[in-house]
């Protein structure tokens, strides 16, 4: 009887290929896309090429600094996201065609990355096939992880990068994984590997035979179990093509001057809350929850969020719960971003497990 395998498809260095695409004359060159592609100004890096990483260059870091680490051959774009969802969409279209050949299952994690669920004796040919489709098809380069389970599979990704296919499997898990820090793990970041390393466990191995009332008092009834079974190499939940359900929205504002004025600040506030507001009606499901995010200068990041009374589409109760949160944070301080994120109540029915 055929295997289930999970393959994690995801595209190589996916928005500076595209750009690539674009302007050819690119290829070779670091390139980094981030904020309005202006180093001079603020803004955070949302990708940048391997030419630019092996400068030390990442997502997330400030395009400031980004700059001081690149030589002055760097490209620095401003980011186009409908031109990325194109080509996002070109790529699903060819994995979704696996389902009428191989009987593949695809469920989509963003612009460049996806699951495939599919049974089979050979998952690494399916793999290359994906591979040169494609190619073919978008002239993009991927990589693919092979796994049991989606933990597997997203974590072989990283050894098959770039344009490779790799495998784990539960009898290599912990081979590979297992004298490997925790924040190794897909979905353990620096936080929680900083908590784990606290109590005694460094390694995946350590977390794996972690006591599980040990996890859950530290890290709670949902998440310390699930780091466990994370270290084991996961579960074994399916791939499903059923489209993701947002639970919330969000925007933020990152200000070319550092706001020193908190009336400013709150003005900003209300102003955000109002557009995520309009997200949130879109999608026909109220208001529960209101989160801030606040950036102090240069780049101190702090979050607060707040039950609502009762699911609601009302503006001036949203705007005014966001502005109250402020009172969480240091008045004395300037801030240079801003965020808001409004959770929605459920569908009904629910959540897709």
Known sequence: ??????????????????????????????????????????GVVSTASYEARAFGVGSGMPLRTAARKLPDDAVFLPVDGPLYIEASEQVMTVLRSFGATDGAVVEVLGWDEAFVGVDGDDPEALARAIQAAVLERTRLHCSIGIGQTKVM????????????????????WFEIMGSRPTDALWGVGRKTSAKLDALGFR???????APTETLVARLGPT????????ARGGDLSPVTSTPRVARGHGRETTFQENLCDWEQVEQEVRA?????????????RPAVRVGLKVRYAPFES??????????TFAELEIADAAAALLARFDATRAVRLLGVRLEMSPPEGGYPR
């Open 153 to 172: 599979a997203k974590t072989a990704t990283s050894f098959g990068k770039p344009q490779g296919v790799f495998t784990i499997t539960a009898e290599t």
């Open 203 to 209: 390694t995946v191995s350590q977390l794996a035979t």
């Open 302 to 311: 702090h979050t607060a969020s707040t039950p609502l009374p009762e699911p």
């Open 272 to 284: 955000l809350a109002y557009r995520v507001l309009e997200d949130v009606v879109a999608e026909g």
């Open 1 to 42: 009887m055929p295997s289930s395998w999970v393959l994690h498809v995801d595209m190589d260095q996916f928005v500076a290929a595209v750009e690539v695409l674009r302007d050819p004359s690119l290829a070779g060159l670091p390139v980094v896309v981030g904020g309005r592609g202006d180093p001079t100004q603020r």
């Open 223 to 230: 998440m310390g179990p699930w780091y466990r079974r994370i």
